[in-house]
């Protein structure tokens, strides 16, 4: 009869790289504009003007506009 036993390793945490989070954030922040921006954080005219380019990915997505 043998007597053996597994060591395991400790499990670490996966750290995420800066680059990724800086994505993350660009990517969440474009997806704000495309699908909410409607005056809160841009002028009456740069939010019509967003609107009206984004128009119909906002639509594709399922947002409604109007």
Known sequence: MSNSTTSLAPTQAASVPLW?????????FAVY??????????????ATWLHEV????????GVPCH
């Open 33 to 46: 504009f495309l699908v909410q921006e409607n005056g809160a954080i841009l002028s009456a005219d740069a």
């Open 54 to 61: 984004t128009h119909d990915g906002r639509h594709a997505l």
């Open 20 to 28: 990724a989070w800086a994505v993350a954030a660009i990517a969440l």
